[in-house]
Structure formats: structure tokens, C-alpha cells
């Protein structure tokens, strides 16, 4: 049975990338394997949320993340880094929380870090 390989290298590198839609399609070949990877009405975009002036003009507000949630205390993130170093002497509670994320991914669910 024939299968087709994809052979890219540094020579086509950058045809590979255009290809799937990291950078703009330049050439029919490009444009082609992008519209396979994604087909004509397979992607909904919001058109009333885009403003194609403000892009081209540059005047789109950023938004600020938030990622106070995501920050560990300075002192738990010693002990969680002590603890992928394998130092002996970590607390209960850091054990418990390692134990707790490993039943987690036995049992399929994902680590909420």
C-alpha cells in the first residue's frame, strides 16, 4: 500500500509554514494545502467583531491578562521546585498535592496548574 511522505527540510521550510497558515500563502501549492488543512467554511469567524481599519491602522486596545490565578506563592513554588529536584525533605502538604495530581491523570482528568 503507497502511502505519500512529507519530506520537509530546511530547504522547504519556510513553503511548509506558509503552507499551513502560520504565514500568508504565496504560491498556488501553498495556497492549495492550506485550503485541504482547512476547507472553505470550516472555520466561523465573528466578521461584526473584526474592524479591519483598526488593524491596519494599528489602534487596537490590547486587552490586560490576568494571570493572578495562575501565580503560585513564592514559597509553595520553592517547594514545588525542591520536589522536581526529588529533595527528600519536602512537606505533607507538597506530597499530598503530588500524590493528588498523579491520581489525576491516572484517572484521565487534566492537572489544573
Known amino acids: 500500500m503507497a502511502t505519500k511522505s ?6 522547504n ?5 506558509c503552507s499551513t497558515g502560520y ?5 498556488e501549492i501553498e495556497l492549495d494545502r492550506l485550503e485541504k488543512l482547512y476547507p472553505v467554511g470550516s472555520i466561523v469567524v465573528n466578521e461584526s467583531a473584526i ?3 483598526v488593524i491596519i491602522n494599528g489602534t487596537r486596545q490590547r486587552k ?5 490565578n495562575l501565580e503560585l506563592a513564592s514559597d509553595e513554588q520553592e517547594q514545588l521546585r525542591m520536589a522536581a529536584r526529588k529533595h527528600t525533605d ?5 506530597i499530598d498535592q503530588i500524590k493528588r495530581n498523579q491520581q489525576k491523570r491516572d484517572d484521565g ?3 489544573n496548574f
Open 90 to 94: 519536602l512537606p505533607q502538604e507538597i
Open 23 to 27: 504565514l500568508l500563502p504565496q504560491i
Open 6 to 11: 512529507i519530506n520537509i527540510n530546511k530547504d
Open 13 to 17: 521550510i519556510y513553503e511548509w509554514i
Open 109 to 111: 482528568r487534566t492537572d
Open 51 to 53: 474592524d479591519p481599519f
Open 64 to 68: 490586560a491578562l490576568s494571570i493572578s
